[in-house]
């Protein structure tokens, strides 16, 4: 069941960045942040530096598809305060022809490589990351895996290969 009242982490986030939290909720005492991709990066930066959050881990970067709507992708990540032993997720929408948000490799070094996978999955673009490259799939790879319109059975380069075995081999 969802609460609808505000934590403190809501509750300082929402006072600081009113016009770049575009939703929230609080569920099974966990704060939900929707905000905007212009004011994300400011709040991650609140949420690592402010003693009070101290959101000092990077606990998960990935995205989800929904095909068919004008932002369709939703950005998330995941972040942990070991001191306060508590978590928060932001989320950001952004639309197909313009999928970047911008990077919090400056803010969480371990955030890293879970950009490289949601960029090799999904083709989104993080905005000033270091070295934003495929980490999964081979350089020359054509397309993104997670995205719901990518077909089921690839795209027919499994032929080329004679090593993987055929069903009645």
């Not at 949420?47 to 095909?67: G, I, K, N, S």
């Not at 919090?104 to 090799?120: H, L, P, Q, S």
Request: hydrophobic share 40%.
């Amino acid at each position: 069941m969802s609460e609808t009242v505000e934590n403190d982490v809501v509750a300082k986030i929402r006072a600081a960045f009113p016009d770049h939290v575009v939703g929230h909720r609080v569920f099974a005492g966990e704060p939900y942040l929707s905000v905007t991709r212009d004011g994300m990066h400011d709040i991650c930066r609140m949420l690592h530096d402010d003693p009070e959050l101290a959101f000092d881990y990077p606990v998960e970067v990935t995205a989800v598809d929904y095909m068919g709507d004008a932002e369709r992708f939703e950005v998330i990540h995941v972040f942990w305060s070991i001191q306060h032993r508590r978590r928060v997720i932001l989320k950001t929408r952004v639309r197909e022809d313009d999928c970047a948000v911008p990077s919090v490799c400056d803010i969480w070094k371990g955030a890293n490589f879970m950009e490289r996978e949601t960029y090799d999955m999904y083709g989104i673009t993080f905005t000033g990351h270091p070295d934003l490259r495929r980490i999964l799939m081979t350089d020359d790879f054509d397309g993104w895996p997670l995205r719901k319109d990518f077909p089921i059975e690839g795209r027919g380069w499994r032929e080329n290969y004679d090593f993987i075995p055929q069903i009645g081999d």
